[in-house]
């Protein structure tokens, strides 16, 4: 954790807040900061931490962009965007908050755009009194990640990191290369930079606050720990899946990547350590990673014969969402005709660890689903004797716990009772926890608390690179396999849950995917 810095005075929300959480003075640099996401997400997060008194009162955020902006333009552009963003105080902010905001164009290979950037950030630091400290946020398309860091070093932008002092730090955003090998690579050309203490992997799965419960959960608790093992869990769903398609012309990205690049290596290799780690020392940033990078480990390494088995590769075809005709992938703006691409993936695996050895996990998720869910079920055994009468077909067994990530963010605890009555029949019936009605306000924006965190220098909720390794490990065989066979997905339609294949993944199990 960082050192608690001096919160300052100026806005009376702070006198409310742990002193801890307000960072050091600083200026966050935004690279592709005319793009969506800047536009969408990480402009909304900072304009919220300061409308909630947790930026320090000496900030400033820099955009740099090849448009020709001056600082003026683009806090117009920051309005028209932010305007739209539903920010609670936005107006009343917005005046103080425009006077941080300053704009640096230029491309990413040009070394004197770079000097005028230097020259941006003394300026903040003279007029702003950001004092030296800088977030540089790289919210670009990965082949410029090493170009950018590259550009910084030798514009003498990046500090090496020190007790007392400036310091620098990166946000590096997914995908963090495309495999193994060139996850390394990249590893490789960043370090010649940057440390590891500097380098922030962005994941947003970890800055939402259901994922976070997840370990609150756990070990908050003294009633789910000592069942949470291969001695009563029967096994674990993670679902991700959305009803969004290609929006805005992504195919041609999407098409690079597929869903297991896209949302398995990252997002949902995290939710499946936070489940299945073992109990921290502390909450300490490495603590918290040496756990998650042993589940990692203890991944099976797949031959292509694994994969057939345990792997279902989908792409959906035409179909209808909420009564709207949904096209098929293959014919999706920058999507070839004959594209082997996976919208949908579905794996069952097992943990080769103590904890977990023979306790199924199925993990799926796609595109263009019925709808939007992300939930982890554990469902547990059933009691050794029966003494009800059999619960109803498809109960699935005595317990369920289900996490609803997003959305109706909360919890909910399935249990059997009895059905009044003369006979001993059973229903199954649940305990719920809900987000919404539990606490006063719904749950922040991810990027909120990972910009915050970043700032404050505190990289628990980012990914080390050995857990990037470690998830690259298991999924670059799928990807082999499936590149070398030239293996043809299984197809759905837009608007159902999947392929059959994905159901039949299950069935060998005598288990079936929870209808959500
Ligand atoms: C991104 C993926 O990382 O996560 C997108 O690139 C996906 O394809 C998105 O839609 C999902 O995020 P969330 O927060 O909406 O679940």
Redesign the pocket.
């Known amino acids: 954790m960082a050192s608690p810095a001096p919160a300052s005075e100026s806005n009376p929300l702070r006198a409310f807040l742990p002193r801890t959480r307000v960072p050091e003075p600083c200026t966050v640099v935004l690279f592709g900061a005319t793009g969506d996401l800047v536009h969408r997400k990480l402009a909304p997060a900072l304009m919220r931490l300061a409308v909630e008194g947790q930026m320090p009162a000496e900030f400033a955020v820099v955009g740099f962009a090849r448009r020709d902006w001056d600082d003026n333009q683009f806090r117009a552009e920051l309005h028209t965007s932010l305007s739209k963003s539903n920010i609670p105080d936005f107006e009343q902010t917005w005046p103080d908050f425009q006077q941080h905001l300053l704009f640096s164009a230029g491309t990413f290979d040009d070394p004197e755009a770079f000097q005028r950037l230097k020259q941006t950030l003394e300026r903040a630091d003279q007029t702003l009194g950001t004092r030296g400290n800088r977030l540089f946020y790289l919210a670009v398309a990965p082949e410029f990640f090493a170009k950018i860091v590259e550009q910084l070093g030798a514009a003498g932008l990046i500090d090496p990191p020190q007790q007392d002092g400036p310091w620098s730090r990166v946000v590096i955003e997914?995908p963090f290369g495309n495999d193994l090998e060139s996850a390394r690579a990249l590893d490789r050309e960043l370090s010649q930079y940057l440390s590891e203490r500097q380098t922030y992997r962005i994941d947003?799965?970890l800055g939402?606050e259901t994922v976070q419960n997840i370990l609150a959960l756990r070990f908050a608790n003294t009633i789910f720990e000592p069942i949470w093992n291969r001695d009563h869990v029967r096994s674990v769903q993670i679902t991700?899946a959305?009803e969004?398609g290609m929006p805005g012309g992504r195919g041609a990205y999407?098409d690079t990547a597929g869903a297991i690049r896209?949302?398995v290596q990252?997002?949902m290799m995290q939710l499946l350590c936070l489940v299945a780690m073992e109990p921290p020392v502390d909450l300490e940033a490495d603590s918290v990673r040496n756990e998650k990078v042993k589940v990692l480990q203890s991944l099976p390494r797949w031959s292509a014969e694994d994969v057939a088995q345990n792997v279902v590769k989908g792409q959906y075809v035409t179909g209808s969402i909420q009564g709207k005709e949904v096209p098929p992938f293959r014919q999706e703006k920058g999507v070839p005709p004959d594209s082997l691409t996976d919208t949908y993936v579905a794996i069952r695996l097992t943990l080769n660890n103590w904890r977990w050895a023979g306790v199924p996990f199925y993990l799926r998720t796609g595109k263009s689903l019925p709808k939007?869910a992300?939930e982890i079920s554990i469902q547990f055994d059933t009691p050794p004797v029966q003494l009800f009468e059999p619960q109803d077909e498809g109960s699935g067994g005595a317990n369920l716990l289900v996490l609803r990530i997003?959305p109706n963010e909360g919890a909910s605890l399935a249990f059997q009772a009895k059905v009044p009555g003369s006979r001993r029949r059973l229903q199954e019936v649940r305990m719920d926890f809900r987000y919404g009605t539990a606490f006063a306000s719904p749950p922040p924006e991810?990027y909120e608390r990972l910009l915050i965190d970043a700032m404050l220098g505190d990289p628990t909720l980012y990914t080390r690179i050995d857990e990037v390794e470690n998830a690259w490990e298991f999924i670059s065989p799928i990807l082999k396999a499936w590149e070398e066979h030239k293996i043809e997905p299984a197809t759905y339609q837009a608007g159902s849950w999947g392929p059959t294949e994905a159901d039949q993944l299950l069935e060998r199990d005598g288990a079936r995917w929870r209808r959500l």
């Open positions: 997914k947003h799965y939402k991700v959305e969004v999407y896209d949302m990252n997002h939007r992300t997003q991810a």
